[in-house]
């Protein structure tokens, strides 16, 4: 298995699109360390990136690394591997690649400058959602058969998750603002990988006590064993779900 | 040795083969002819088990095409594009694949990759080679694990003469040691001397299989090639003037 | 002619008489009740180092009680001190372990109906109440150190406690591990400074129906709920510090009620909220810190007529909240952390006004449950289209002076 992954991450890494993006993490996560005069803040600039950018970049380039490579996987398709051995590596490889590129751009700005609590949930959300839109890209990608098509909808599905989600949330907030929602806010967000990281990180600095009480049963949910554990499954479901139907499709699929 | 029962295949509303048995002994060099979209790359990826037949059964050497994926041990596939990974160099192709089928006889038959002068450029990333020279890589990638089977999909189409004199010559050589060869192409004239058989199709249908020999007699054309070239640029009556020509009952009136 | 020798003499005699009286272990009078029961006006006890277990005692004449390494212990039944009287100093005791009870308020020391009385130097450990004050005029408690022992809200009594007093100085204190660290109720004219209070249960500062009075550079930090100053006018706060209360419903400084006052010079660091106000009027609110705060200001619409002018504002989540649609409070010249103008002539006030609410800051007062969304992409895009195009935040609350450098305080 590790040998087509190894290959795969060894094309990606030279790739100069993971090149820039791994620049531009480590730029951006140095500056800020080094402008804000308050750790703290630094890491709330870095999720915004962790939050927006790295989904967007994850599933934008696996997506299109994924077409990039249809004669490649054809090629190995006529070899004597498994599909699921042939999709499992591409996923691996490319998820690796973006996962080493957001570990050196903004995981040793964050080991070295702040390799706390927050700076350690901060990687932790980024590597899940590393993970998850790679996942969601491969699932996008291996449906929809046309390469713009494929694009299209990854950006929609980005488009979702990073900003029309919430606006729902909001809107139902609103819309059931007389009934107790605390704990159907708490299930919307998990719904959500974004959202769900958000969360996590912000329990993290405190923020918690603004909620009031909820806040507080939050911050005692997620910062327990339980909570890490809740959100682990989570992310990990995320993270397989949509890899196993993209598998399943691909192992139907005419090449 | 590969043996297909019946097969269909409809894309969407595309009837992309249609009803098709056909059986391939070693020894024999067939030419997969017919027009753009007659079936010919589909039929190839039915075998292959890239594309999953509707209706039908296809066996390789005894095995059935659905459930396995070892029996591509026996076959070496040269697509009509040869896409690589960008940033892999030819060298780290060659490895990958060597580790990849992992044959342990260790039959290797790197006489293409000298011929072409490949060993030259193995330092070269895939994204700085033109087409011809991707051709060259993936004819002796084919070639490399000395199957028991060929399938040649357009091989001499991007190759400057001398080369395509070169895997010419390593064809014959290789249908001299009794292997199948497989070979799908527009038009025939180039590859006239090394062919046995002759499968034309259209519109997903096999119009006919016949010997090189059966078919010399009954056009009368020892220039294969010329005849069903003409035959293709005949455009709408085409498909009469071959059933006329082929269909048993009126076999003897032609010519 | 005589009878006036006779008075002299007689005062000359009493003042002669003014004694000091040594107790304790190796003295002559080893009980302390022994000494107060012999020590008259002006008379001082110098109490022994040791331990004295004498239940509750009563201090009614005007005498100084001066311990040193004396331990009173109230052996968790007793009210060690009971105080009434004038011109009395209490100094350099120890006094733990007093008694609790659930129908009135037991202390460490109590003074009733007193005035002129001193309480200084004391370590007062383990006590329900530790010092309780009613009615009394012109009491100074300094230098003392009170340590309770946290239990709840209901069975922990005040550290320093006043009731219907005037003239009063809390100075220098240190008080932790009570209900309410300092507590004021119709107390006036009367200052509280350099005190420390610290993890208290409630407030750090309770302070009710007293007007007239000033706490300056004082330090409040984890208290449960901060400082409280409620129904009261003419409140002077300078110079305090109201830091890291947070929690579910903490405040740095919540003021209910409070007109005519003035707060100035203080430091807000990282409370939940640092300055809560309801109802109150004609307060002004200048050169303060408000630094990494969930909310530095919730001005509910009941408050009118107050000033904000030349306060920094820096690293809170939120700077102002409000849950009115018209403001009737003006904010001028402050420095905000997250104005984004620019200031074209230079003079150092930027050239457009600043919004300090934000809409998402609008919609948790109305819908908590939205806080989850905090710091979320979608919040931000809308919180940036209302900078634009104001639709519900309150139009008028804006500072239209937004200083672009961080005021030296």
């Known amino acids: ?97 973006l996962l080493m590129a957001f570990l050196l751009g903004v995981g040793i700005p964050v080991l070295i400058y702040s ?33 713009a098509r494929g694009i299209g909808s990854v950006l929609l599905l980005w488009f979702y998750f990073a900003l029309i989600y919430d606006g729902l949330v909001l809107l139902i907030l609103f819309n059931f603002s007389d009934y107790p929602l605390e704990k159907i806010t708490l299930l919307l967000t998990a719904l959500n990988p974004v959202d769900l990281g958000r969360i996590f990180i912000m329990l993290k600095m405190d923020i918690s006590a603004l909620m009031g009480y909820t806040g507080a049963l939050y911050k005692d949910f997620f910062g327990s064993g339980t909570g890490l554990l809740f959100t682990s499954s989570i992310m990990v479901l995320w993270i397989v779900l949509p890899l196993l139907w993209a598998i399943r499709i691909f192992n139907k699929k005419d090449i | 040795m590969i043996r297909i029962e019946a097969i269909s295949k409809k894309f969407r509303k595309l009837q992309a083969l249609d009803n098709i048995s056909a059986q391939f002994e070693k020894g024999q060099a067939i030419s997969l002819i017919g027009p753009n979209g007659s079936g010919k790359t589909t039929l190839i990826k039915c075998i292959l088990g890239m594309v999953r037949p509707d209706k039908g059964n296809i066996y390789v050497g005894g095995h059935p095409v659905k459930q396995e994926h070892e029996y591509r041990r026996m076959i070496g596939y040269m697509p009509q594009i040869g896409r690589y990974p960008d940033n892999m160099r030819i060298g780290q192709l060659f490895s990958m694949m060597k580790q990849l089928r992992n044959d342990k006889q260790g039959g290797l038959d790197e006489t293409l990759v000298e011929q072409f002068g490949l060993k030259k450029i193995y330092d070269k990333p895939m994204r700085t080679l033109s087409g011809g020279t991707r051709q060259k890589v993936s004819a002796a990638l084919a070639f490399l694990f000395d199957p028991a089977i060929l399938i040649l999909d357009e091989p001499t189409a991007g190759l400057d003469p001398l080369s395509a004199e070169i895997l010419k010559a390593r064809i014959i050589e290789q249908k001299k040691k009794d292997k199948l060869i497989l070979i799908t192409s527009h038009i025939l004239s180039d590859l006239d001397e090394l062919t046995t058989h002759v499968m034309y199709m259209q519109d997903g249908k096999m119009v006919f299989l016949k010997g090189l020999d059966t078919l010399q007699e009954q056009t009368g054309e020892l220039k294969i090639g010329k005849a069903i070239a003409r035959i293709m640029k005949a455009d709408g009556d085409q498909e009469d003037w071959i059933k006329k020509m082929f269909t048993p009952s009126n076999e003897q009136k032609i010519y | 002619m005589r009878l006036l020798f006779i008075t002299i003499l007689s005062i000359l005699f009493l003042r ?10 190796t003295a002559e009078i080893k009980e302390l009740r022994k000494a107060l029961a012999l020590a008259r006006d002006g ?36 009210q060690v001190l009971l105080v009434s009287g004038k011109n009395i100093l209490i100094s350099g005791l120890t006094i733990r372990n007093a008694g609790y009870s659930a129908m009135e308020d037991f202390a460490a020391v109590k003074v009733v109906d007193a005035s002129n009385v001193t309480i200084e130097n004391c370590h007062i450990i383990n006590a329900y109440f530790a010092i309780h004050i009613s009615n009394t005029r012109a009491v100074v408690i300094r230098n003392n150190r009170i340590e309770g022992t946290p239990r709840s809200e209901q069975l922990s009594g005040n550290g320093i406690h006043l009731w219907k007093s005037n003239f009063a100085l809390i100075e220098n204190n240190h008080v932790t591990g009570h209900r309410d660290g300092i507590y004021f109720e119709f107390v006036t004219s009367s200052t509280i400074r350099r005190n420390h209070s610290e993890k208290n249960i409630r407030y750090g500062l309770h302070f009710m129906f007293s007007n007239d009075d000033a706490y300056i550079q004082n330090i409040f930090n984890d208290n449960g709920a901060g400082v409280a100053v409620m129904y009261s006018k003419k409140v002077r706060m300078e110079a305090n510090r109201f830091d890291l209360n947070w929690g579910a419903s903490a405040y740095g400084l919540l003021l209910k009620d409070i007109t005519d006052s003035y707060i100035a010079r203080n430091i807000f660091y990282k409370n939940t909220v640092a300055l809560h106000m309801e109802g109150t009027s004609r307060i002004e609110i200048r050169n303060n810190d408000f630094r990494n705060n969930g909310w530095a200001i919730k001005v509910q619409a009941s408050c009118d007529n107050n000033r904000f002018w030349r306060n920094n504002f820096t690293g809170n989540s939120f700077d102002v909240a409000t849950n009115g649609s018209v403001s009737l409070n003006q904010f001028s010249q402050n420095y905000w952390d997250k104005y984004e103008g620019y200031d074209l002539n230079h003079d150092g006030v930027g050239d457009i006004p600043f919004r300090p609410v ?19 992409f979608t919040v931000q895009l809308l919180d940036k289209a209302e900078k634009a195009l104001p639709v519900i935040t309150p139009g008028n609350l804006t500072d239209d002076k937004p200083m672009m450098k961080y005021i030296k305080q």
């Not at chain 1, 005069?37 to 709330?44: C, D, S, V, W």
């Not at chain 1, 790295?54 to 490649?72: C, G, M, Q, R, W």
């Not at chain 3, 002669?16 to 272990?25: L, N, Q, T």
């Not at chain 3, 109490?47 to 052996?75: C, F, M, P, V, W």
């Open chain 1, 1 to 97: 298995m590790m040998k087509l992954t190894r290959y795969v991450v060894y094309d990606i890494i030279r790739n100069k699109v993971i090149m820039a993006y791994t620049l531009f993490l480590l730029v951006v996560s140095l500056s800020l360390f080094q402008v804000e005069e308050n750790q703290g803040k630094a890491i709330l600039s870095l999720m915004n990136i962790v939050l927006i950018v790295l989904p967007l970049v994850s599933i934008v380039f696996a997506t299109i690394h994924y077409y990039n490579s249809y004669e490649f996987i054809e090629l190995m398709l006529s070899q004597p591997l498994g599909r699921t051995r042939i999709i499992f590596s591409e996923y691996a490889g490319t998820a690796l690649s």
């Open chain 1, 115 to 147: 390799p706390d609590d927050s700076g350690l949930s901060l990687l932790f959300t980024g590597c899940c959602l590393t993970l998850i839109f790679t996942s969601l890209a491969f699932l996008a990608s291996v449906k929809a058969r046309d390469k």
């Open chain 3, 16 to 25: 002669s008489e003014a004694r000091i009286i040594m107790a304790g272990p």
């Open chain 3, 43 to 78: 008379d001082s006890i110098l109490l022994q180092a040791g331990i004295y277990k004498e239940g509750s005692l009563l201090i009614e004449r005007s005498i100084s009680l001066i311990g040193t390494n004396a331990i009173l212990d109230g052996e968790k039944k007793y």
């Open chain 3, 358 to 376: 934000s809409m998402y800051s609008m919609i948790i007062e109305e819908n908590p449950n939205a806080l989850l969304l905090m710091r979320s």
